[in-house]
């Protein structure tokens, strides 16, 4: 079937859709789903895959890997929810990913609760940018697809609970429930103008503990040892590592510590994060950080560093120019040109591309600007057409792309 006659097909499904997108965007927006409440994140993921459930889609709530010694943290995250158009067996076919986590937390919903002008072409809410609009789009393009059975291959949608922290239990799952795609569409935000993604930065996230000895500041200060002396001495060094013109960036943006202005400080701790453009660049990033943790500026002080390379870098392999020849295709199609964008944000689409050597494009979601702030806002005349661009070009992928071979991880 050509282009112009799936298009005409979609145009014909898509035509009453419109309400009911913004109907299913305004009930997940107010629903809360910050990254570290891993309850509120899996209530909104039963709701999502309850809604493909009733498209026809098996659903999965992905059991959690046990999670590092050093990350305890992690136990408290959500789960990774699962929708595929066939069984397991059958492979993931082509893929659509997002999270459902936001940076947002527990009460910013009732506080600010999604809001819909036509007038101004704006519609806001938490989350409503980053990424609850992509996840929609994924949900009604999957739902678009199955019902006018033009998809010759599987479908298989992954919602994930810790992007905003890293993906660091979604990765391992993404590993296992994605390789040996024929494509990945990623939703994240998308640029205003029609900006798609064809490169991202990776990210690492680290967690720097710090113990010291207490001493009272003023009369027996030597018998102390800083925690955050030491934090200090190790943030300077840190910043060494930091390279613009490469695209390496090394920021201490979390610190805490002390029991009081007058006691030497005890402990001490630290959230790191970095970004880099290359895999290779990102590990060596993270192991002259963790090298640096290894030196000892305060005598008496010992320190621990857990985490690391978390986001992959997003690269302009050959496989995602073809799949961004055929975005191309796609937006002239419709209409409406898309742009090639390099972005300096991390995404989950990086380790599709980087490490599962998939066909992978992101910022495919709907237009908007203000993404982590209490701006944010999309353009909701963008909905329809970015959700008929996803499915064009996923179309597209499934008859221009074989199954992947299978990486060995």
Known sequence: MELAQWKKKLDVWFNDKEPEMFSL???????????????????LGETLTAWMAEAGFRTARLPKQPSPPDERWMDGLGNTFCARSHAEEAGPGVAFIGH??????AGTAAAR??????????????????????????????RALKELDLMPVPMTLTFSPDEELGSPSTTPL?????????????????YPGGGVSVERKGSGHLFLEIRGKAAHAG?????????ILELAHKILAFNEHLDLASGTTVNTGLISGGISANSVAPNAQARIHCTFKTVEAGRRLVEEIRADVAKTFIPGTSSHVSGGLRLYPLTF???????????????EALGRPVECIRSKGAAESGYCASILNLPTLCSLGPEG?????????????????????????????????????EVQL
Request: net charge negative.
């Open 174 to 190: 993404l590993g296992r429930v994605l390789n040996g795609a024929h494509a990945v569409l990623c939703t994240e935000p998308g």
């Open 369 to 405: 600007t203000g993404l982590h702030s209490d701006a944010e806002y999309i353009t909701p005349s963008t909905l329809l057409p970015r959700a008929k661009l996803v499915a064009l070009t996923a179309l597209q992928a499934a008859h221009a792309f074989d199954a992947s071979p």
């Open 219 to 227: 009369r027996n200060y030597e018998d102390g040892a800083s925690a």
């Open 25 to 43: 965007l305004e009930r997940i927006v107010n629903m809360d789903s910050f990254s570290h409440d891993g309850g509120d994140v899996n209530k």
């Open 317 to 331: 392999t050959p496989k995602v120019q073809a799949l961004w020849e055929l975005a191309q295709q796609a937006g």
């Open 100 to 105: 459902m986590d936001t940076v947002f937390p």
């Open 113 to 142: 609760p999604f809001r819909l002008d036509r007038a101004a072409d704006r519609a806001t809410g938490p989350g409503v940018l980053d990424m609850k609009g992509g996840l929609v789009i994924n949900m009604f393009v999957a």
